[in-house]
């Protein structure tokens, strides 16, 4: 719907042809407001004191918006999942300073999910596992890119009512993700301990021997003092 519509705005005659908004078709306006009337966006231009309300948030789809941050903080787990099985695994084939000397962490952290799953099958990710990753990741990607083009969203969007039913897609995809991490998190934790050589529970520890000033970017030092601001207990035997 949404690509559709954008691939009109170009041309004048699909516009009148459409029906569409006089001001858009003749092309005496372009403002936001028009285009969200073309591309069924809320209005959130509008100030507070126009609508007579706190916010300008439309409530109808705030289920759908909590759910679509489950989605995001999921799908960030696995990812750092994933990225954390890919290093310990390449520590433990290629050694620590082919991996973390020559600057590889940096350069998987810039990868896409895709791209981690297509270099930890070449790792020896069994297809079974590989196969549910890749379609958890392709739903994510449905969701957060193609939402405007959800026939569901677009019948809740236009009718103002069934956001329940893509909500419930969006929260199944959620538990599936999980289901994945859980999946992923015996090895990723076996690998890790392997790699540093101690239980995970002595890992903070290592962490805090880390001096902040030997990093170059400030980034990197603030996570790395984030970390060492964990409680002690974070990080327990088991986990």
């Known amino acids: 719907m949404v690509r559709a519509h954008f691939l009109a705005l170009g041309n004048r005659d699909s516009l009148t042809r459409w029906r569409l908004p ?20 809320p209005d959130y231009s509008r100030s507070m004191e126009d609508l007579g309300q706190e916010s300008a948030y439309d409530e109808l789809f705030e289920p759908l918006s909590l759910a679509l941050g489950h989605l995001v903080f ?20 290629d050694g620590a300073e082919a991996v973390f000397g020559q600057g590889l962490v940096t350069e ?23 196969g549910r990753i890749a379609a958890v990741l392709e739903e994510r990607n ?57 239980p995970l529970a002595d890992v903070l520890d ?18 790395l003092e984030a970390l060492q601001d964990f409680p002690d207990n974070f990080v327990g035997e088991g986990t």
């Open 22 to 41: 006089a001001e858009l078709a003749d092309g005496s306006q372009t403002t936001p407001s028009l285009l969200r009337r073309v591309v069924g966006l």
């Open 74 to 93: 999921g799908a960030a787990a696995l990812e750092k999942a994933m990225l954390a099985d890919l290093v310990q695994r390449r520590v433990i084939r």
């Open 108 to 130: 998987l952290e810039r990868k896409s999910a895709g791209l981690l799953l297509r270099k930890l099958r070449k790792l020896g990710y069994e297809e079974p596992l590989a």
């Open 142 to 198: 449905y969701f957060i890119h193609h939402l405007y083009e959800d026939p569901d969203f677009i019948r809740a969007l236009g009718h103002r009512e069934g956001v329940g039913k893509i909500v419930s897609r969006v929260e199944a995809l959620v538990t599936r993700l999980h289901e994945v991490v859980k999946e992923l998190e015996p090895h990723v934790t076996s690998g890790m301990q392997e790699m540093f050589g101690r």
């Open 206 to 223: 290592l962490v805090r021997q880390i001096d902040p000033n030997d990093f170059e970017e400030s980034e990197e030092r603030r996570q």
